[in-house]
């Protein structure tokens, strides 16, 4: 059997571009590529050599304002991220006026959790000892 990898995840914003400056400074990641896309939208993929996600704006704002939860069936739950070093990341989190939540260490590591400026929730996880 073939190895898989998850390549990537598109979510639906607000601003993409805003979004991708914050993974940048968050993350270290790059913008891999900007432009048009479904419907005279806008997507940025920010990312690394392997994985990304797509931030994407479609042209006009949606026009039902309700938030997608765990209770609903195909939501997204949240956007995991490993980290070298969680302190650091969460610093530079922190900084941005974010507020971090749920701190857990298990075995095998160390993780937080916050929410973006479009509600998104990311899960910050390190496994270094």
């Not at 990641?29 to 993929?45: C, N």
């Not at 990312?47 to 209770?71: I, Q, T």
């Amino acid at each position: 059997m073939s190895t898989a990898f998850l390549e990537h995840v598109n979510v639906t914003v607000s601003d993409p571009a805003a979004t991708a400056k914050r993974l940048e400074d968050w993350f270290g990641w790059s913008i891999r590529w900007k432009g048009d896309s479904l419907g005279g939208g806008t997507t940025y993929h920010i990312g690394n050599d392997s994985s990304y996600v797509a931030a994407y704006s479609p042209a006009e704002p949606p026009k039902n304002s309700e938030a997608v939860s765990y209770h609903t069936h195909g939501g997204l739950n949240h956007i995991a991220v490993v980290v070298d070093d969680l302190d650091e990341t969460e610093a530079r989190i922190k900084a941005g006026g974010y507020e971090t939540k749920n701190h857990a260490d298990y075995e095998p590591g160390r993780r937080f959790y916050f929410h973006d400026d479009d509600g998104i929730e990311f899960e910050v996880v390190s496994y270094a000892t």
